[in-house]
């Protein structure tokens, strides 16, 4: 039984609900934009979240963590959508902590894990180097040196990336742009020299910053996972990241649908409630079967990475892309369908909008993924 | 699981033996058959294959063995599904008896029904017509007036039904039939009778595919007993929405088997690939993307729904959103076929086509209906809309 959840999954289903209603509604995201806060998350309920386990939730005991499983993080991902959370839960728990749990060294993984288990540290996945997401094209540099590397280059769109206490950068030491070969992951501490972080402003409210490497020199010690191998490593992260970002979105998805749904419900015009309509309620049907299908994704990719299935990396661009198309088409149902309403800022229902756009984009569109999709199926 | 394993040995030997080379080949539309009274058969060994898995129960695997089906677990089942998909196995045949009229007798008919009709279904011996739709009651089949009046123990059926796929090729049909005309929806019957009972007739009707598959068939004072009656009088609108559930459901079953058929993949790499050997064209490998994953999309769904339905929770009303999205993406793939082939998938006969180019420029057309028959994609919305998410009128 795959494909549907435990007792014990369910009961945290329910309790990650609970929370995230009460602790992180979407107010608290209007809030931190209005503010324009220097975090972009609230410590406050990251904290909460360290509380109950959510940050360690993939990190093994040994180092202080849950080891609760990845479908565990995907339920926490999918609950946290659908108030659009702001939190450091994709940067750090899944793409960070992943990186270092799957290729870090014991010391690396004694340092940093612990921390991150207990929320005292940010990670921030360095990856694409323009709008569009291509890790087969990276092209900054690390230029091996007698004690390690010499990292020269920009990367953009990192999520969290103005507030990461490391960088898990990944850099090309040799071969030609184009080729996974000659990649390798380094984990770089925000604090060495030769560090230029930009903070962006982006339409979603969420967090991310372009990051320059200037000259930055590293240890041989920061090397994650063997050299110019770290290809394989950065892609099975990524499709980590794809999973629950995916699970995000079937969130956030959801929770838009059902606010149209209640809608259709609520408002009347030519004295009848206009999901009586039947051009509206067919609208309303075929996003309620496309949320099927998106659950079927996200649940089988998930089952994927738990029981690290030879399927992965295709049941990754499945998710991704699928999630994709039906979250685009549901929030340009959710303004259309309120209305006038759906247009203000007061209503909440825009940023479902706006996050919509920069999740779909962020680690790989749906054109990406089905390009991918392909090439794993070999036509 | 030694049991299983013993049992996957066993059907693996035993499919060895008994599905013939030709049967292992993709199916030729001249080679489809609904079973009954007077098949023919073009290909001998559509005949033995039907034969060979009618007798072993295996056309029915889940029924049990004592109405001649295979009395299969669902594991069992799973196993045997999985080794005849290995081998490419043809299905031994199209029957409206097993997809629909034989699970709803399982669930309503009479003991005498069951005995009577299953073991038959089973071994293709009687074929099996649906007689629901009126030329004035299609989607709004409960308006329709075929009339069923009582005499002694019989009833006396007069009226008309269309689109009745291969009536004029089927042993017995099942039909709606108005036993009250006082109420609408409770006015209806269920009731089973012999196409060759005198009073029927039928004449074919053309599709646009070339096929006629179809026909008009006219009741004439027919003469049918009232023990052929399934379920209770006047409560044939559940029996029959419990049949609909069976065929939406099978429909979309028909389409996911149908991706092992009918290669899409295939035909983009025949058609439009470059030096590489991979499809040349992106906007072409796009859609051959968008189709290929919206179908393991549904298969998952399917797997999921499935086990929801073991694990005791069900989304309801889940045979229409399979319907309907089983239906508009098997239009997609023909559309896609015939884009991907040009006008080589678009002859109608002759030699400078092969008769697989010909099939795919025919099914193309076919393959319109799926939005149409078993209850159209717009009705299939209606009943999200209105069943699930709670969605009224007024
Ligand atoms: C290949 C094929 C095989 C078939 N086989 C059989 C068979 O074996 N036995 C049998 O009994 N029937 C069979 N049918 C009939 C089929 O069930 C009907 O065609 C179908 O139910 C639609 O009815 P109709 O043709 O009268 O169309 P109509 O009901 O007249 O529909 C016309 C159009 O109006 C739309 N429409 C109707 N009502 C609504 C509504 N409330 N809201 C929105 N749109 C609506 C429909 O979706 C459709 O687009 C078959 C049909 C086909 C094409």
Not at chain 1, 73 to 96: D, Q, Y
Not at chain 1, 182 to 198: C, M
């Amino acid at each position: 039984m795959s494909m549907i959840l435990s007792e014990e999954q369910v009961l945290l289903q329910d309790s990650a609900r609970e929370f995230i209603k009460d602790q992180s509604p979407v107010s608290l995201l209007r809030q931190l934009r209005d503010e324009k806060d220097d975090f972009g998350y609230s410590k406050e309920l990251w904290s909460y979240m360290t509380e109950m386990g959510w940050a360690g939730i993939n990190i093994p005991e040994k180092y202080d963590g849950l080891d609760f499983g990845f479908k565990g993080l995907g339920i926490i991902m999918e609950e946290a959508g659908r108030t659009l959370t702001a939190s450091p839960l994709l940067s750090t728990v899944v793409l960070g902590a992943n990186s270092i749990v799957l290729g870090g060294s014991d010391e690396q993984k004694s340092t940093i894990l612990p921390k991150v288990a207990s929320g005292d540290c940010i990670l921030a996945l360095a990856v694409d180097e323009g709008p569009h997401h291509d890790p087969e094209n990276i092209s900054v540099e690390a230029k091996k040196t007698d004690t390690g590397y010499l990292l020269n280059g920009t990367k953009q769109f990192v999520i969290d990336g103005h507030i990461a206490d490391y960088f898990i950068v990944a850099a090309r030491i040799s071969d030609q742009a184009g080729s996974l070969t000659g990649l390798s992951l380094l984990l770089v501490d925000k604090e060495t020299s030769g560090i230029h972080i930009d903070r962006l402003s982006m339409v979603d409210g969420r967090n991310s910053a372009n990051v320059t490497f200037d000259n930055v020199s590293l240890g041989a010690s920061a090397l994650l996972g063997e050299e110019k191998n770290g290809g394989d490593l950065l892609y099975k992260v990524l499709d980590l990241g794809r999973i629950a970002l995916a699970a995000e979105m079937l969130g956030t998805m959801q929770q838009a649908f059902d606010t149209i749904l209640a809608y259709l419900k609520e408002r009347k015009q030519f004295g009848k409630l206009i999901g009586s309509f039947q051009a509206l309620q067919h609208r309303a049907a075929i996003m309620f079967s496309d949320i099927e299908l998106c659950k079927s994704v996200v649940m089988a990719a998930l089952t994927a990475v738990e029981t690290n299935s030879d399927d992965l990396a295709q049941l990754a661009s499945l998710a991704k892309a699928t999630v994709n198309d039906a979250y685009h088409q549901i929030s340009n149902e959710a303004i259309q369908m309120h209305g006038g309403i759906g247009m203000t800022d007061e209503f909440d229902i825009g940023f479902y909008l706006k996050r919509a756009r920069i999740a779909e984009v962020t680690l790989g569109s749906s054109s990406y993924h089905r390009r991918r999709y392909a090439n794993l199926n070999g036509y | 699981m030694t049991d299983l394993n013993e049992f996957q040995q066993e059907v693996r030997t035993w499919l060895e033996v008994n599905c013939p080379a030709s049967m292992r080949t993709p199916m030729v539309a001249d080679e489809v058959t609904i079973g009954g009274r007077d098949t023919t058969f073009k290909n001998p060994d559509t005949k033995l294959w039907l034969e060979r898995m009618g007798n072993k129960g295996w056309t029915a695997p889940t029924w049990p063995k004592k109405y001649g089906g295979g009395g299969l677990s669902p594991q069992e089942t799973n196993i045997l599904k999985q080794e005849l998909k290995r081998i490419k196995a043809r299905v031994p045949m199209i029957s409206f008896g097993l997809w629909m009229i034989g699970p709803v007798l399982l669930e309503y008919g009479t003991e005498e029904q069951k005995q009577e009709h299953l073991p038959k279904i089973v071994r293709g011996e009687i074929s099996w017509c649906q007689g629901y739709s009126e030329p004035g009651y299609g989607s709004d089949l409960a308006g329709l007036q075929t009339r069923a009046v009582e005499d002694g123990e019989d009833y006396i059926i007069n009226g008309q039904k269309v689109w009745t796929s291969y009536a004029d090729k089927c042993d017995w049909i099942y039909a709606l039939v108005r036993t009250n005309t006082e109420v609408k929806h409770g006015g209806i019957t269920m009731i089973l009778f012999d196409m060759a009972s005198t009073g029927v007739s039928t004449r074919p009707i053309k599709l646009i595919s070339g096929l006629s598959s179809f026909c008009e068939t006219f009741f004439d004072d027919v003469r049918v007993p009232k023990k052929n009656v399934v379920g209770e009088v006047n409560d044939g609108w559940a029996v029959s929405n419990r049949l609909l559930q069976f065929e939406r459901e099978n429909i979309s079953a028909d389409v996911f088997a149908s991706d092992e058929v009918f290669d899409v993949r295939k035909i983009a790499k025949d058609y439009c690939s470059g030096s590489d050997g991979k499809v040349s064209d992106p906007l072409v490998r796009d859609s051959l993307s968008k189709i290929l994953m919206k179908d393991h999309a549904l298969k998952l769904t399917f797997k999921r729904v499935m086990e929801g339905t073991k694990a005791g929770s069900s989304t309801g009303s889940t045979s229409s959103i399979f319907k309907f999205i089983g239906a508009e993406l098997n239009k997609d793939r023909y559309e896609f076929a015939i884009d991907a082939m040009g006008q080589q998938g678009m002859g109608w006969e002759g030699k400078a086509f092969t008769p697989y180019q010909l099939d795919v420029a025919h099914e193309w057309l076919r393959s319109k209906a799926n939005s149409i028959e078993g209850g159209t994609t717009e009705i299939n919305l209606n009943v999200i809309a209105k069943r699930v998410l709670g969605l009224r009128d007024s």
